[in-house]
C-alpha cells in the first residue's frame, strides 16, 4: 500500500503500514504511527 496523506503536524507521507485500529506512514525523516480514527491525516 502507497496511499499518500498529509498530517497537519508531519506533513507529506505515504502509508507503509495498516493494522486494525492504527496506521504506520513513512514521513520521509520518521516513520509514525496514527492511531483510529486518524486525526489530522488527509489522503491526497
Known sequence: ME???THDK???GRVVEVER???FVD???R???IPAPYAKLFPL
Open 31 to 33: 516513520k509514525v504511527r
Open 10 to 12: 508531519y506533513g507529506l
Open 27 to 29: 514521513f520521509g525523516t
Open 21 to 23: 485500529d492504527a496506521v
Open 3 to 5: 496511499d499518500r496523506v
